[in-house]
């Protein structure tokens, strides 16, 4: 019997450290093939959330907010807004290079939406290449814009660049509360869907990447800052990482993690 109980004892050990791996890896901190799986890596946004809040922000300051929110990745999502004769768009765009402002050279467009008449259609760009919506209803958000333009030049809102600061430490607070669980959960199930419903479309998005996002993740990928992320977010399976080890915990695509303070 003693042979079989330590066979016994070798497999639990063995299932146990399978079983740990996820959090020995969120403590150790990620590879850069796992960072660079991540949605906000890669730059994936949930974007039926994006709409949702395009339909219920009453500022641009509420939209920044909320988008910021609902994104996983390191960058800050700043947002511009533009009218051409009866049209108007806005997008968003993330920050890649920290500067705070949007450089089109330097920073990857995740989303659009466009308003004619009483239509506004939504489209994603490179990874979020994928996903085109159209929906009717009010436009809010563009009338509370126009009213309360500052920029000169062809686009009458663009995120200011002194809010940068102010949307990072805000994003840095709720990312530390429940409710980034509960997103990050949201999220999750949107890849799921968006999976069913987009198919080989959804996989083929995941592989468009955008010469200024490709940039950034070789520079992170040299430099090493991949190791220094400050997001919790979902590999490509979907399943819950954690990128940097903090206490507290969270809920994602693969369930509960429960995070430990990295000593030292």
């Known amino acids: 019997m003693a042979p079989r109980v330590r066979k016994l004892s070798t497999a639990l050990f063995a299932g146990g450290m399978v079983a740990g791996s996820p959090l020995i890896a969120a403590c150790g901190g990620p590879s850069y093939d796992s960072w660079a799986a991540t949605d906000g890596a890669a730059g994936r946004i949930n974007l039926d959330d994006v709409q949702q809040a395009f339909k219920e922000s009453k500022s641009a300051t509420d939209f920044e907010s909320r988008v910021n929110e609902i994104y ?6 700043l947002i511009r807004a533009q ?3 009866n049209q108007l768009t806005l997008e968003g765009w993330e920050d890649l290079n920290g500067s705070n402002e949007i450089e089109d050279a330097r920073d990857d467009r995740l989303f659009s939406i466009v308003k004619n008449n009483d239509q506004h259609e939504m489209r ?4 979020n290449s994928y996903y085109h919506s ?5 436009s809010f958000l563009f009338g509370y814009m126009l009213a309360t333009a500052f920029m000169p030049g062809p686009y009458f809102y663009s995120t200011p660049i002194n809010r940068g600061p102010a949307i990072r430490q805000s994003r840095s607070t709720y990312r530390q509360s429940t409710r980034y669980g509960s997103q990050v959960a949201r999220n999750s199930r949107y890849t799921t869907r968006q999976q069913g419903f987009a198919g080989s479309r959804y996989q083929d998005s995941s592989r468009n ?3 200024n996002r490709q ?6 990928r040299s430099s090493g800052a991949f190791r220094s992320s400050s997001s919790i977010s979902r590999s490509s399976s979907g399943s819950a990482f954690g990128t940097r080890a903090r206490s507290g915990s969270f809920s994602g695509g693969g ?8 000593q030292g």
């Open 209 to 211: 990447l955008s010469s």
């Open 72 to 77: 996983e990745g390191d960058g800050i999502i």
């Open 215 to 220: 940039s950034y993740q070789q520079t992170q």
């Open 83 to 85: 009218q051409d004769g």
């Open 124 to 127: 994603g760009y490179h990874a």
């Open 134 to 138: 159209s929906f009717g209803g009010g």
């Open 255 to 262: 369930g509960h993690m429960n995070l430990r303070k990295r």
